[in-house]
């Protein structure tokens, strides 16, 4: 059997020589013994094992990394894709005389929100016709295709925005929730004494011909778990009023996007 030849990847190993040169100089500043290490890689082995890498990445890293790439540039700041994203959500057609109702169940439980943006380029231009993605939790404070017994996409979909870059969708208020906390992510937080909540809030992607795609969260003042966030995902401008409005809640937001 002829042996596969992998090309070399200098991108890789130029990050991975950063990698050895900075974990070289932590493990020095932290002063590892041979048993704190031999922890860390069981740890970590556990980590993978129970498909938890992902989770922790999403809670403890991600957020880290998109403060360093976009704090300094226009535009809406992005917040975490999170773990519980789904392909294939269907589009939410618009009747007429009515606005976008977000994908559930007939009689969804949970208090009505009517949820309105703008999408806008960095020049100020409206961004017609942008793809808009959103998904959320529901009143268990559980998401479709995961922990919930909801069918697959509910509370998820897509739509665009009309010629002015404005929308509008019915959905419900969403729940703040725990993320998992009953393996090694739990157990990390259990040694740094942090609680596992999240904030309510809304998904959202943007992407339109010729810019970034946006990937980002809507937050809601008087959240009690705001200033705590486990995944250290609010940004101050991602976070809008609820309001009470014709028997249910309102709330709005604009939305910026960068040119490629």
């Known amino acids: ?20 040169k900075h974990i070289q100089n932590f493990l020095t500043e932290a002063k590892l013994n041979h048993e704190e290490y031999t922890n860390f890689v069981d740890w970590a082995d556990r980590l993978g094992r129970t498909g938890e890498l992902p989770l922790y990445a999403d809670v403890f890293l ?20 999170g773990p519980y994203f789904v392909e294939g959500s269907p589009l939410v057609e618009k009747e007429p005389g009515k606005p976008l109702v977000l994908t559930q169940r007939p009689n969804e439980p949970g208090e009505p929100l009517l949820f309105k943006g703008n999408v806008s380029s960095t020049d100020g231009m409206p961004l017609a016709n942008t793809r ?29 925005t009309d010629e002015n870059g404005d929308f509008e969708v019915q959905s419900i208020v969403p729940l ?12 990390f937080l259990g040694f740094m004494d942090q609680h596992p ?21 809507v937050f809601f003042e008087g959240d009690e778990w705001l200033e705590t966030d486990v995944a250290d995902g609010v940004r101050t401008e991602l976070v809008t009023k609820l309001e009470d409005k014709n028997g249910r809640k309102e709330a709005s937001l604009n939305f910026v996007m960068r040119r490629e």
């Open 62 to 81: 991600e957020t880290h990394v998109l403060r360093a790439m976009y704090t300094d540039k226009p535009g809406t700041q992005p917040s975490l894709l």
């Open 1 to 20: 059997m002829q042996k596969q030849v992998t090309k070399k990847n200098e991108r890789v190993e130029e990050v991975f020589n950063l990698f050895i």
């Open 132 to 160: 808009v993605e959103m998904w959320q939790n529901d009143d268990s404070g559980k998401y479709s295709s995961f922990d919930s017994d909801a069918p697959k996409y509910n509370l998820r979909g897509y739509f665009y």
């Open 197 to 217: 909540m999240r904030p309510a809030h809304l998904h959202l992607m943007f992407e339109a011909e010729g810019h970034e795609t946006l990937i980002t969260q």
């Open 176 to 187: 703040p929730y725990s993320i998992p906390a009953d393996g090694p992510t739990g157990e």
